[in-house]
């Protein structure tokens, strides 16, 4: 036999020990270290070169002669080599599977025993409480294929609650879209917001052109415009709009009444009549504030025509202060005019009065030359 024990109770340094000297092979060495009543397993004295430390108090270590914990290990370590259907389980106050490793299926369960899916978290499951799950699907972000999911929610794979989870778009090219999912009870979850590889983000749509797009109606906790920086210390080469060419503009627009008729871009439209604009009439007056979106359709701002509206006002309103002047003129002249019809008025009624004061003198007199000659 090509091996040697020494057995050494009482050393210089006083540390019982057991030897194992094999040929050519480095010492081994089962021991007490008496310096801090450790005991120890080693490839040479136990005071050096140490694999398993046990102290004392009873906390063991492994690859470290100071453990702080009843299992305390400094390096990898593997349980399960591969090949092996071995279980694993972590035991918790109350929970009896706080960490539970499936050999067999290869997948990790958390407050369960029988993991669905890789990683599997569950709380525990008495009756009338409510189970909270996470599931990561086999194909994880990042391959060529299929996704990653996390659920939230009751029940199983057919009634779950909420998901958030990426979807490969591209395998060529590796592209993913994130999506968040939600669902009645005992309902498959619904997809209620995308954000795609590009950066888009729809909310009850996928996203085709711009960083936000909406489904359906949008508000915000009080009325009123959402707030943009407009400050004139940010701009360069501000001009004044033309009033009167920009009101020339504005009357080229033309108002329509309309029904939806989207059968192609996929977006759910409004069934009632509605009021507005069509791009093309846009486009045609103000070509800059159109433009195509990815699916080839005109999309523009309404929100963008204030200014517009503004200095369409100024036109309308100094046509109307012109008109004011030349009405005020009107007026003024009109007065004048009055005045001097009142005065003509007063003066003929005064010559008629003198008239009329001359006609019965006249009178008077004729009656009287008559009356003398009557006499005479």
């Known amino acids: 036999m090509d091996a040697a024990i020494d057995i050494n109770n009482s050393d210089s340094s006083d540390d019982p020990k057991i030897n194992f000297q094999l040929t050519n092979v480095t010492t081994f060495s089962i021991g007490v270290d008496n310096a801090d009543s450790k005991f120890k397993i080693g490839t040479t004295a136990p005071a050096t070169g140490t694999a398993v430390t046990v102290q004392y108090t009873g906390e063991v270590g492994i690859g470290t002669t100071s453990p702080t914990a009843t299992l305390d290990v ?6 399960n080599e591969s090949g092996n259907s071995v279980d694993f389980r972590v035991e918790g106050l109350g929970e009896s599977n706080l960490l539970f490793v499936d050999g067999s299926a290869d997948r990790i369960g958390i407050g369960t025993a029988s993991p669905d899916v890789n990683l599997d978290v569950k709380n ?19 391959t060529t294929s299929g996704g990653a999911e996390i ?4 029940g199983d794979n057919s009634t779950r609650g909420v998901t958030i989870g990426g979807v490969c778009t ?12 939600t669902s009645a009870a005992s309902a498959v979850p619904s997809e209620r917001m995308r954000i795609t590889h590009e950066g888009n983000v729809g909310i009850g749509r996928t996203p085709t052109t ?12 009080s009325a009123g415009d959402w707030l943009a920086n407009s400050d004139a210390r940010l701009k360069k080469e501000i001009k004044q709009m033309d009033s009167q060419m920009v009101l020339d503009k504005m009357l080229a627009l033309k108002g329509v009444t309309y029904y939806w008729n989207d059968t192609v871009t996929g977006s759910k439209r409004p069934t009632q009549l509605q009021y507005g604009f069509t791009a093309q009439n846009i486009q045609e007056v103000f070509p800059i504030l159109v433009e195509e979106d990815n699916l080839g359709f005109l999309q523009t701002a309404y929100g963008t025509y204030d200014a517009m509206y503004v200095e369409s006002m100024r036109a309308l309103q100094e046509q109307i202060d012109s008109q004011q002047v030349i009405i005020e003129a ?7 005019q009055e005045q001097k019809i009142e005065s003509l008025k007063t003066e003929t009624a005064q010559k008629l009065a003198a008239l009329e004061a001359k006609l019965n003198a006249l009178l008077l007199l ?11």
């Open 330 to 336: 009107q007026k003024a002249e009109n007065s004048a």
């Open 151 to 154: 659920l939230v929610g009751g």
């Open 74 to 79: 400094d390096g990898s370590a593997i349980f």
């Open 366 to 376: 004729n009656s009287k030359g008559a009356v003398l000659t009557a006499e005479n």
């Open 170 to 181: 591209n395998g060529a090219d590796n592209r993913h879209d994130m999506i968040l999912s």
């Open 210 to 221: 711009n960083i936000l797009e909406v489904e359906g109606d949008a508000s915000k906790t």
């Open 124 to 142: 525990s499951s008495t009756a009338g409480s409510i189970v909270t799950v996470a599931k990561f699907t086999a194909n994880a972000v990042g």
